[in-house]
């Protein structure tokens, strides 16, 4: 949490420039870490102590989401300002593994359950390092994993662009529920750590 706070995801902090900066470029923060991660698996599987076929991407939130009942309106210049979600980390675990058949399985987890949910409020309360643009016209975090089957997600904590969890009722509809998703594993709430560390494994030994 510490790392996290260091690296000011606010509107005024360096993941913000940095995101700006990559859009004035063409480009995207998503796209230069996604060459970033391609490479890194072509290193794993040329090392003679990793098994290429059984890699499982794990993207990961650190951020906590806001409380039920915290009010959206904040001045703009608030010294407290609300948490801000992590939702990068699970998006890039998605679309690595859809870019990358490689990947045995993918988690994600703190991580969007709609993209469009940035649009459902005029208060957005995560960091613009996940941004794709035009991503919304193409494709949704449903999408993504429709594409992952039948290889198997794991999918929990899911925010909305308020950076609130998304109830169970709220998830249902948006994931593919056909025979592909047979091997799509979602929990509304945050599972233990214990508990996904389990399923990689079971996921990587199949």
């Not at 993941?15 to 480009?27: K, N, R, T, Y």
């Amino acid at each position: 949490q510490q790392a996290l706070a260091e690296l000011h995801r606010g509107r005024h902090g360096k993941i913000q420039a940095a995101s700006v900066s990559e859009w004035m470029l063409g480009d995207s923060l998503p796209g230069r870490r996604l060459g970033d991660l391609a490479r890194a698996l072509d290193a794993l599987t040329g090392h003679p102590g990793i098994d290429a076929g059984r890699m499982v991407l794990w993207g990961e939130s650190i951020a906590p989401a806001r409380p039920d009942g915290d009010d959206d309106r904040v001045r703009f210049d608030a010294g407290a300002f609300p948490e801000i979600g992590e939702p990068a980390g699970g998006m890039l675990a998605l679309m690595a593994g859809v870019l990358d058949e490689r990947v045995r399985a993918v988690v994600a987890r703190g991580t969007f359950a709609r993209l469009a949910s940035v649009l459902d409020s005029p208060f957005c309360f995560v960091p613009t390092d996940w941004i794709v643009p035009g991503m919304l016209r193409s494709c949704e975090v449903g999408d993504l994993v429709a594409a992952l089957a039948p290889r198997p997600v794991y999918l929990d904590g899911l925010i909305d662009g308020r950076n609130r969890i998304v109830p169970d009722a709220e998830l249902e509809g948006a994931f593919p529920t056909d025979e592909r998703s047979s091997s799509l594993h979602v929990v509304g709430s945050r599972a233990p750590d214990a508990d996904v560390a389990e399923w990689i494994v079971k996921q990587a030994l199949a």
